[in-house]
């Protein structure tokens, strides 16, 4: 139980980036007040949770629903984190995230952010979502497993939101580089893990 509490809690930590979040909300929010960031802060990332719940709950049925066996989706998703994790490693953006069209739009306009592109697609974006259907598959059926997933998540969420309600602090105690070599240094981490995702999904389906 501990094993997949602290195995799901790390890979969700990992693609929810809390130092990354949150320099990127800060860049999005220039002219919001520290109220309407804390407000829209806990709005996305109680939206993100409802999605990821949704999508761990109902996402292996709509596999099944499209022929599509969970070997298939480790190895898919595998690859999908991968790409993710080289986009933290590189510094640079392929849309897995937010598109630079999508956070500049973002920036200039004066509008709640909370829902697009806060919570959809930066904190519960494909990544998240990809994990949260393995590790799903990786609980069963088991109440108590799922519950520790649950609570794995829970606890990812309230750290991202901690980062992002800290952002003005940490973005000034870790600086442009500091935030830098953090997501590289979590980049790097979530890469092993997704090769560890794949390679689960290549042994599933020789086993089959």
Not at 43 to 58: D, E, R, S, T
Not at 84 to 90: E, R, S
Not at 150 to 165: E, G, I, K, R, S
């Amino acid at each position: 139980m501990l094993e997949l509490f602290l195995y799901a809690f790390v890979a969700l930590l990992v693609i929810l980036d809390p130092p990354g979040t949150a320099a990127i909300f800060l860049a999005m929010t220039p002219r919001d007040t520290a109220e309407e960031r804390r407000a829209q802060a806990m709005k996305a990332c109680l939206i993100a949770g409802v999605v990821l719940v949704f999508f761990a709950i109902g996402g292996e049925f709509l596999l099944r629903a499209l022929g599509i066996g969970l070997p298939a989706f480790q190895v898919a998703g595998g690859v999908l984190l991968f790409l993710l994790a080289a986009d933290m490693v590189m510094v640079r953006h392929s849309g897995l995230r937010t598109t630079e069209r999508e956070q500049a739009e973002a920036e200039a306009a004066d509008h709640d952010i909370s829902v697009f592109p806060l919570a959809i697609p930066l904190i519960a974006g494909p990544g998240a979502m990809t994990t949260m259907v393995l590790l799903r598959g990786r609980a069963g059926d088991d109440p108590v497993l799922l519950a520790i997933v649950f609570a794995a998540l829970v606890l990812a969420l309230l750290a991202t939101l901690a980062a992002m309600l800290a952002a003005v602090p940490l973005m000034r105690l870790l600086g442009r580089t500091g935030a830098d070599v953090i997501s590289r240094v979590l980049g790097v981490v979530l890469a092993a893990l997704a090769a560890q995702i794949a390679l689960d999904g290549l042994r599933a389906f020789l086993l089959a």
